[in-house]
């Protein structure tokens, strides 16, 4: 099966460390997050895969020349100004000539999604398009998507406030088109899958959305790429995706990177070129490569982007994020959200 890969967006949530790196390229433990994704659709039995480009594409580009990427063939798709997520498929599938059902996947999402089921149920509804559901806590976050009971979407709710959401199931990225959906798509303007082609599929009566109640995460904000993180560190991202290798106590480190004997690391990853000095105490936390904690730093839930620098004795609570090459001063105190 083909599949476009939704990659295109800015990522404002994980600004700064976003400001160089798409989303998807920063690393997750060590690997860009992108390639979890297409490993897992991989072994979901999708064989090519469109990239849908907009922000940044030549990271992906030239990341990965071959045109592979966790075994998946890929081609890119490159917009010239952002179309909204149902012009980026529109477009997308108009380049790779794509003329039979396909998988549409939003490309910050983690999750082991049954590919199978969704298609049996897709082709039994005779659905023009279907939508993997995931049922969450606190839906609020989300775009959330009652049905009737043989599946039939009733309503798209975007972010509805917690008291007033008519299910916890939300809408997890995942679709399944028919390639008719297409000539829906208005061009030549920036249009939203959720916010337009799909409402108007479910006046029809011809979007379904089934749930599916295996590991799901959409990696977007800092607090959920530290939770990501955990979960590849713990082994709870699904059965699929890269494992990365050399974890001891819940913790990762590049074999390039100097950590001090009496540094104390849980749940921390420290990447390639990273140093960690005497003394410094890292709980869940990430250091992305060439980063430097200095003798005596606390971090407890932080993500300390490429370069950066954080000095003697500083303490970082409650998931700050440093931005690629940014220095904390000695013995600051800096607090996240
Ligand atoms: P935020 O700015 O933090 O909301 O992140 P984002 O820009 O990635 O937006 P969001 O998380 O809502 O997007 C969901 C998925 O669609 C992500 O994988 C984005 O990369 C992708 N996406 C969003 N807008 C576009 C677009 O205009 N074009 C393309 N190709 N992809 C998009």
């Known amino acids: 099966m083909k599949a476009i890969v939704l990659v295109g ?3 404002t949530r994980l600004r700064p460390l976003t400001w160089d790196t798409p989303k998807q390229m920063l690393p997750l433990v060590g690997t860009p997050i992108i390639e979890y994704v297409l490993s897992a659709l991989g072994q979901q039995g999708v064989t090519d895969a469109v990239l849908s480009l907009g922000y940044l594409p030549d990271r992906f580009i030239e990341a990965y020349p071959d045109n592979v990427i966790a075994g998946v063939r890929v081609s890119y798709a490159v917009e010239s100004e952002p179309l909204g997520t149902a012009g980026a498929i529109r477009f997308a599938a108009e380049r790779a000539k794509i003329d039979e059902t396909f998988l549409v996947f939003n490309g910050d999402v983690l999750s082991d999604l049954d590919l199978g089921r969704l298609l049996n149920f897709h082709r039994e509804r005779r659905a023009a398009a279907s939508i993997s559901l995931h049922a969450v806590e606190d839906p609020s976050r989300f775009g959330v998507v009652p049905t009737m009971p043989d599946g ?3 309503a798209f709710v975007e972010k509805p406030a917690r008291e007033e959401a ?4 939300i809408n997890a990225g995942a679709y399944l088109f028919e390639p008719s959906v ?6 030549g303007r920036a249009v939203s899958v959720e916010r337009e082609t799909f409402p108007s599929l479910a006046r029809e009566g011809a979007l379904f959305a089934l749930a599916d109640s295996g590991y ?7 607090a959920t790429f530290l939770e990501a993180t955990l979960d590849v560190l713990e082994g709870r991202n699904g059965h699929r995706g890269p494992r990365p290798t050399s974890i001891e106590n819940g913790s990762w480190r590049h074999p ?3 950590v001090s004997a009496d540094a104390v690391l849980e749940h921390a990853v420290v990447d390639r070129d990273c140093v960690v000095a005497a003394h410094a105490e890292l709980h869940g936390v990430i250091l992305m ?7 005596g730093a606390r971090l407890n839930g932080a993500i300390v982007g490429p370069g950066a620098v954080i000095g003697a004795g500083a303490r970082l609570e409650a998931t700050c994020v440093v931005g ?3 220095r904390v001063e000695a013995g600051a105190l800096l607090l996240g959200s």
């Open 256 to 258: 390039s990177a100097f």
């Open 182 to 187: 297409l000539s829906r798509i208005e061009s």
């Open 152 to 154: 039939q979407v009733v």
């Open 9 to 11: 967006g800015m990522g």
């Open 216 to 222: 799901w995460l959409d990696t977007g904000t800092p």
């Open 166 to 169: 008519p299910t916890n199931l």
């Open 324 to 326: 690629p090459g940014e």
């Open 289 to 295: 490569p060439g980063s430097v904690v200095e003798a």
